[in-house]
Nanobody
Framework: QVQLVDSGGGSVQAGGSLRLSCAAS????????MGWFRQAPGKEREGVAA???GGIGTYYADSVKGRFTISRGLYLQMNSLKPEDTAMYYC???????????????????WGQGTQVTVSS
């Protein structure tokens, strides 16, 4: 079992920055993929970024490349925020490699409660 508690959301103007944090507990192995997803009203939950705890390498959605950075701990640094980044953000975990389908929410088994990010223009 993995327990996740995410935090750090808020309201910012376009061009601003936020840093999300995820506190994970209950799993001590290195064979786990950790990531961030987001879901805007009326839209599907989408993968934003991920990393595998057992090695190097990170994964990003095209829409956030160059603006967001995922790091161990788990954190998501979000810079140059845009109104279209507005969503509920969720920390997530799945046992094993991240894989080519990392951005598909149905393959992830553990979720945080979510933290709201609102970007105004």
């Amino acid at each position: 079992q993995v327990q996740l508690v995410d935090s750090g959301g808020g309201s910012v103007q376009a061009g601003g920055s936020l840093r999300l944090s995820c506190a994970a507990s209950g799993y001590t192995g290195g064979n786990i993929c950790m990531g961030w997803f987001r879901q805007a009203p009326g839209k599907e939950r989408e993968g934003v970024a991920a990393l595998w705890a057992g090695g190097i390498g990170t994964y990003y959605a095209d829409s956030v490349k160059g603006r967001f950075t995922i790091s161990r701990g788990l954190y998501l640094q979000m810079n140059s925020l845009k109104p279209e980044d507005t969503a509920m953000y969720y920390c997530a975990a799945k046992i094993g490699f991240c894989g080519v389908d990392w951005s598909m929410a149905r393959f992830w088994g553990y979720w945080g409660q979510g933290t709201q990010v609102t970007v105004s223009s």
